[in-house]
């Protein structure tokens, strides 16, 4: 039985904070002060994602408050400080994510992009919510009961079912024990183990077993 995989609907804001292309920079400031958020989506039509407005983008006006550009990709950084509505201010095309897309390209995506949150949308481009930085780093509040639990069924029992192999679980971090019987499962035993999210780490222990191995 395969390991659980998570996807960003597991873990996303539902009721995610929007605003729509006419919405002023005061207000989006506002807004954003008022939620505690550093971004928020621009709707138009019945919900359709067509731009997201950070606080990057709203930086401009008081970088380029008392000075010009002087560097030629800031040009388009200056062109936002003369902005006053969403539409004038966000960056579009949004870069947005699926909500059955798995935890780990949400975490490429924010990364590659440079962005804390993305809008989760479906299949036309229509808000569903919102995933934040902080809302990836959810699956490690597992329990370690449950995640031994997973690891055993999931893992254990398909790859070292002979009972020669034991773990622990502390704060996440697994530790395996015991001799395995065919010493090239041990890298693939690891690598399944760090697919369980929420796990931390993967340690191996018994020289001349796993450890020699790992």
Same mark, same amino acid.
């Given at each position: ?19 729509? +292309? #006419? /919405? ?9 002060? *008022? ?10 039509? =019945?919900?359709?994602?067509? @731009? ?6 709203? %930086?401009?006006?008081? =970088? ?9 990709? *800031? ?29 780990? #390209?949400?975490? !490429?995506?924010?990364? !590659? ?9 479906? =299949?036309?481009?229509?808000?569903? @919510? ?17 995640? =031994? ?6 893992? %254990? ?20 024990? @015991?001799?395995?019987?065919? +010493? ?10 760090? /697919? ?6 993967? !340690?191996?222990?018994?020289?001349? /077993?796993? @450890?020699?191995? /790992?």
């Amino acid at each position: 039985m395969p390991a659980s995989r998570y996807t960003v609907s597991d873990v996303m804001t539902h009721t995610a904070v929007a605003i729509g +292309r #006419e /919405a002023s920079y005061k207000e989006i400031v506002e807004l954003m002060h *008022q939620w505690k958020v550093s971004a928020v989506p621009v709707l138009e039509g =019945e919900g359709r994602v067509v @731009g997201v407005v950070s606080e990057a983008d709203l %930086l401009p006006k008081e =970088e380029f408050r008392r000075t010009d550009p002087v560097l030629p990709d *800031q040009l388009e950084e200056a062109s936002k400080a003369g902005g006053v509505l969403a539409e004038e201010l966000m960056s579009s095309p949004a870069v947005t994510v699926h909500p059955d897309a798995p935890l780990a #390209e949400a975490a !490429r995506i924010m990364a !590659r992009r440079q962005v804390k949150r993305l809008p989760v949308v479906n =299949e036309v481009g229509m808000l569903e @919510g919102v995933v934040s930085r902080s809302d990836l780093l959810k699956v490690f509040l597992r329990p370690d009961e449950e995640l =031994e639990e997973e690891i055993r069924r999931a893992v %254990l029992a398909e790859l070292a079912p002979d009972g020669t192999v034991d773990l622990t679980v502390r704060e996440g971090v697994v530790t395996l024990r @015991g001799p395995v019987r065919d +010493r090239a499962l041990v890298p693939l035993l690891a690598r399944a183990i760090r /697919a369980v999210e929420g796990v931390v780490d993967v !340690r191996m222990e018994s020289p001349g /077993a796993l @450890g020699a191995a /790992a």
